[in-house]
């Protein structure tokens, strides 16, 4: 059996794993990480949905040793102590979920969204999250909660910039 190592929510993990070991069983059933559903477990409902390297996967589509060596983020991974992440606030403030099977898949979605687009539109929203399926809302909860995240993130990241910026004048 092949031997990985991987990062999860910034805890390094070394694993002998079945080569045919999908990554959201390696998340949940070795590593505990059961914020991750498993949904479809063909790639179709987007519920699995975690970051791989900064960018959003759906998990039951990627074998465990694609993800050796690399860094996973998952919405367990999002929060800090007990502070949730401006998009975790976000959907629970805009009742963005009805019965949340699929809400961490869909948060995660939108955040690799708003790397590419930290502004979006009603309609960049909704064709972003296209491959993330709800069955309960009709996702105009959801839309108004990933524009609301977008305004928080973009808030909470003014004052890095300025920090950041700040540091840089400074630096001879």
Request: charged share 30%.
């Given at each position: 059996m092949p031997r990985i190592t991987v990062t999860v929510d910034g805890i390094t993990?070394?694993?002998?794993v079945e080569p045919r070991l999908l990554l959201v069983h390696l998340?949940?059933?070795r590593?505990?990480?059961?914020?991750?559903?498993?949904g479809c477990d063909t790639g179709n409902c987007g519920a699995c949905t975690v970051m791989?390297?900064?960018?959003?996967v759906k998990s039951c589509s990627v074998l465990a040793v694609q993800a050796d060596g690399n860094d996973v983020v998952t919405i367990e991974g999002l929060a800090h102590?007990?502070?949730w992440h401006p998009m975790q606030k976000a959907f629970h403030e805009e009742h963005a979920l009805q019965c949340g099977y699929c809400t961490p898949g869909m948060i995660m979605a939108a955040i690799d969204l708003l790397r590419d687009d930290p502004d979006p539109s009603e309609e960049t929203v909704r064709e972003g999250l296209e491959g993330n399926l709800c069955r309960c809302t009709g996702y105009c909860n959801i839309v108004r909660a990933v524009r609301r995240g977008a305004r928080e993130m973009s808030q909470r990241s003014m004052p890095e910039q300025a920090e950041q910026t700040e540091r840089e004048v400074r630096t001879p």
């Open positions: 993990y070394q694993e002998d998340l949940r059933d590593l505990g990480k059961t914020g991750t559903p498993i791989l390297d900064g960018m959003s102590g007990n502070e």
